[in-house]
Nanobody, 118 residues
Framework: QVQLVESGGGLVQAGGSLRLSCAAS?????????MSWYRQAPGKERESVAT???????NYGESVQGRFTISRDNAKNTVYLQMNSLKPEDTAVYYC???????????WGQGTQVTVSS
């Protein structure tokens, strides 16, 4: 059983920063092939924000490129999303997700709300 718990969301002014955390339990994040952040705003499709593989490769959605950084702390079994230069368009519920390829299984956190005011 893998559980992912997001935290760090909140209300911030445009141009500000937030750091989201995704604490994993049940497996070490190093054993999970891909850790990702997704977001979904009301009335919009779920969007991939950032991913980091077990090998350390990262990838970012075009809309956040250069502003967001995904990282991990294996000792804390936690993945982070540093969000800088926030825009109102970044307002969404942010979800942490993990993929365990060998079991064809994806895991999702409960989400944390990020609201950016103009």
């Amino acid at each position: 059983q893998v559980q992912l718990v997001e935290s760090g969301g909140g209300l911030v002014q445009a141009g500000g920063s937030l750091r989201l955390s995704c604490a994993a339990s049940g497996r070490s994040i190093s054993s999970l092939n891909v850790m990702s952040w997704y977001r979904q705003a009301p009335g919009k499709e779920r969007e991939s924000v950032a991913t980091i593989t077990s090998g350390g490769n990262t990838n970012y959605g075009e809309s956040v490129q250069g502003r967001f950084t995904i990282s991990r702390d294996n000792a804390k079994n936690t993945v982070y999303l540093q969000m800088n230069s926030l825009k109102p368009e970044d307002t969404a519920v942010y979800y942490c997700a993990a993929r365990l390829v060998i079991l064809h299984r994806d895991y999702w956190g409960q989400g944390t709300q990020v609201t950016v005011s103009s």
